[in-house]
Nanobody, 128 residues
Framework: QLRLVESGGGLVQPGGSLRLSCVAS????????VGWFRQAPGKEREEVSC????????KYADSVKGRFTISKDKGENTVTLQMNNLKSEDTAVYFC?????????????????????WGQGAQVTVSS
């Protein structure tokens, strides 16, 4: 059974950077699309970014495009979300999620209900 654990969250000032990691255990991410999602208090979960099983064809929500970068390290069974120029509206709990192996041969979906395995979340707070 695939297990996902997020780390790297914290408190940062506006304009700062954070790097979130999603480490998988129990199975490999080599065959799974992986996505990052976030949920702010009182709001619905929203998409942030995703990456294909091959580690290419990333997608980004318009709200983070140009500021966030997703990458996949197959050797480490890890997906990373580099977040730069953070804004107060980026404050949320960030979740990583993986689709079932080979559910998506190419590309990745940005819809959260397409993912099958979820981490417990990491808090990101952007505040001065």
């Amino acid at each position: 059974q695939l297990r996902l654990v997020e780390s790297g969250g914290g408190l940062v000032q506006p304009g700062g950077s954070l790097r979130l990691s999603c480490v998988a255990s129990g199975s490999t991410l080599d065959y799974s699309a992986v996505g990052w999602f976030r949920q702010a208090p009182g709001k619905e979960r929203e998409e942030v970014s995703c990456i294909s099983r091959r580690g290419d064809k990333p997608k980004y929500a318009d709200s983070v495009k140009g500021r966030f970068t997703i990458s996949k390290d197959k050797g480490e069974n890890t997906v990373t979300l580099q977040m730069n120029n953070l804004k107060s509206e980026d404050t949320a709990v960030y979740f990583c999620a993986a689709a079932r192996p080979l559910k998506y041969i190419e590309g990745c979906p940005l819809e959260h209900d397409e993912y099958d395995y979820w981490g417990q979340g990491a808090q990101v707070t952007v505040s001065s």
